[in-house]
């Protein structure tokens, strides 16, 4: 199994990840460490700064062994708000509540816009104590809700309704959440990588005991 420090301490991200890497041994980003900084204009590039980030305090700061860094940088992506709020999701309505941010955005949406609207997700594995990234991502393609729906999931979930669906990720069962969202694909191309490396090293006798 994998111990992973998981460069985010938001909690629905590190159960989320709990349930979709069963191999990972999750270990969420300390108290004490500093806020981890997030300033690219692309998800892919705020996945590799916070993972290199988080890696560097914990070779300098880590109280203990652990075999990588996990980082991923999501967010909700509306057409009708030129791909809005994107890479800036999570500071998306600074200082209020997740509810009144999500009423905010759904206010933003002119009477007759479209509503089509997108999750996406990159995932940044840094080894440690280094190595070169493994880089996933996921994507997930459909509309806004006219209300907030649901008490499940976290973030814009409630608002969210993915195609092929009526009901919003905040009202879907959990495992089918999964099997459709943003955060799952990514996920599930991120396991495929690693058991080919990890097939490939029983193959050739430099088996990782390790890997999930």
Known sequence: MLKVLLASRNAGKLQEF???LPGFDLH????????????????QDNALQKAGFARAWWRAHGTGPLDAVLADDSGLCVDALWGGPGVLSARFGKGL???????????????EASR??????????????????????GQVEGRLAGENRGAGGFGFDPIFIPEGHT??????????KHALSHRGRACERLRAILQV?????????????NLP
């Open 18 to 20: 709990a349930e979709l």
């Open 28 to 43: 969420p980003w300390p108290r004490e460490a500093p806020e981890i900084p997030e300033e690219g204009c692309f998800f």
């Open 97 to 111: 509540g997740q509810l009144e941010k999500n009423l905010r955005l759904l206010d933003m949406l002119p009477p």
């Open 116 to 137: 089509t609207a997108r999750f996406v997700c990159v995932l940044a594995l840094l080894p440690l104590p280094e190595g070169r990234a493994l880089i996933t991502s």
């Open 167 to 176: 009901q919003t990720f905040g009202e879907l069962a959990p495992g089918m």
């Open 197 to 209: 490396e990890f097939d490939a090293d029983r193959r050739s006798g430099r088996l990782r005991d």
